[in-house]
């Protein structure tokens, strides 16, 4: 089992920026894979961010030189830079950890709320 504690959401005007940080807790294999994912009301949850252990990123093209992931594996942490913030950026954010299909663990979700 992996626990995940989400925090850093909020509401902030177009433009600005929020950092996100995910911590993981419990049964942590290296070579994992955490990352940030999305969900806006009536869409579907996508990808937003990912990093490896090894701190190879990949990012969805529409936050690409506006969000920046990083991670701290000695603390199990990862966290989600968030500047020039656009409307459509609002959504529920979720932290995920991936190893292999079987550890597959989602946190609860934390709101942005970016206003025109």
């Known amino acids: 089992q992996v626990q995940l504690v989400e925090s850093g959401g909020g509401l902030v005007q177009a433009g600005g920026s929020l950092r996100l940080s995910c911590a993981a807790s419990?049964?942590?294999?290296?070579?994992?894979?955490m990352g940030w994912y999305r969900q806006a009301p009536g869409k579907q949850r996508e990808l937003v961010a990912t990093?490896?252990?090894?701190?190879?990123?990949n990012y969805a093209d529409s936050v690409k030189g506006r969000f920046t992931i990083s991670r701290d594996n000695a603390k199990n942490t990862v966290s989600l830079q968030m500047n020039s913030l656009k409307p459509e950026d609002t959504a529920v954010y979720y932290c995920?950890?991936?190893?292999?299909?079987?550890?597959?663990?989602w946190g609860q979700g934390t709101q942005v709320t970016v206003s025109s």
């Open positions: 995920n950890y991936f190893y292999t299909s079987r550890y597959n663990y």
């Open positions: 419990g049964s942590i294999f290296s070579g994992n894979v």
């Open positions: 990093i490896t252990t090894g701190r190879s990123t």
